[in-house]
């Protein structure tokens, strides 16, 4: 979850532009909640405080927006004897990866994107986008190998 801070000058010179910027982001994001709160301060026009909290969407070419699932992330102590077991077949995996392409294993995946991946096993490309740390970059350099190891496993 994200939050933004809106100011509405209750000053007519500023009101519609305020509110302007506020409705423009609105369509640019999901709403999840706000808090409001009327400032009333001697030396200015009062003016409204809008913390607002959303989540970030993204627009389809349809123009049709979608949320990006978010999945909780977890630790070593939340796997299971199973999970834990897949978890060292990625370390595995990860070690060779990082010895084909030269590069330390932390440029291939961090402990934690592994662990995540461990824990909440996705089959697709889609599902495990919403690992943290596994843009459509990652995914797509890594992706067809992780689900393939996880389908072996």
């Known amino acids: 979850m994200n939050i933004q801070v809106f100011t509405l000058r209750t ?20 709403y999840i909640k706000s808090s409001e709160y009327l400032v009333e301060s ?3 026009a009062p003016y409204w405080s809008i913390l607002l909290h959303y989540e970030v969407c993204e627009t389809r070419p349809s123009g049709v ?8 992330e977890v630790e070593e102590s939340d796997l299971t004897p199973g999970a834990q077991y897949i978890l ?9 990866k990082a010895n084909e ?3 330390p294993k932390y440029m291939v995946c961090h402990n934690s ?3 995540n991946i461990a824990f909440h096993q996705p089959t697709t490309m889609e599902a495990l986008k919403n690992i943290k740390g596994f ?15 996880l389908n072996a496993v």
Request: proline share 2%; glycine share 4%.
């Open 101 to 103: 392409l030269k590069v």
């Open 42 to 44: 001697g030396l200015d």
């Open 135 to 149: 843009g459509e970059k990652k995914a797509q350099r890594f992706g067809e190998d992780i689900i393939a190891l």
């Open 11 to 30: 000053n007519p010179d500023f009101f519609q532009s305020d509110q302007k910027k506020l409705n423009d982001f609105l369509q640019e994001i999901v």
């Open 65 to 72: 927006k979608i949320v990006k699932e978010k999945i909780k």
């Open 88 to 96: 060292e077949c990625l370390k595995d995996w990860r070690t060779d």
């Open 113 to 115: 994107e592994l662990i």
